[in-house]
């Protein structure tokens, strides 16, 4: 089984910035790739970003220049670096990874004020 627990949500204005951070536990190993989405009221839930094992990372095209994923693999951690938020981007942020199985996290709310 495979754990994942998301942190760093909240409330902030529009031009600011959040850092996510998602810690995983059990049975995992440093190459699963990880990544982060996110569901906005009345939308679909939408990929954000994307990393490998190797660091290779992947983005949405509305996030590119603005959110940064990144992990350390020693703390099975992976982070997504928030900066110039605008209030389109208010959703429930999810921690994901990739084994046997997609395996989610329970979700972080993050507001965006204008």
């Known amino acids: 089984q495979v754990q994942l627990a998301e942190s760093g949500g909240g409330l902030v204005q529009a031009g600011g910035s959040l850092r996510l951070s998602c810690a995983a536990s059990g049975s995992i190993f440093s190459i699963n790739p990880m990544g982060w989405y996110r569901q906005a009221p009345g939308k679909q839930r939408e990929l954000v970003a994307t990393?490998?094992?190797?660091?290779?990372?992947n983005y949405a095209d509305s996030v590119k220049g603005r959110f940064t994923i990144s992990r350390v693999n020693a703390k099975n951690t992976v982070y997504l670096q928030m900066n110039s938020l605008q209030p389109e981007n208010t959703a429930v942020y999810y921690c994901t990874l990739t084994a046997s199985a997609i395996y989610w996290g329970q979700g972080t709310q993050v507001t965006v004020s204008s």
């Open positions: 990393i490998t094992g190797g660091g290779r990372t």
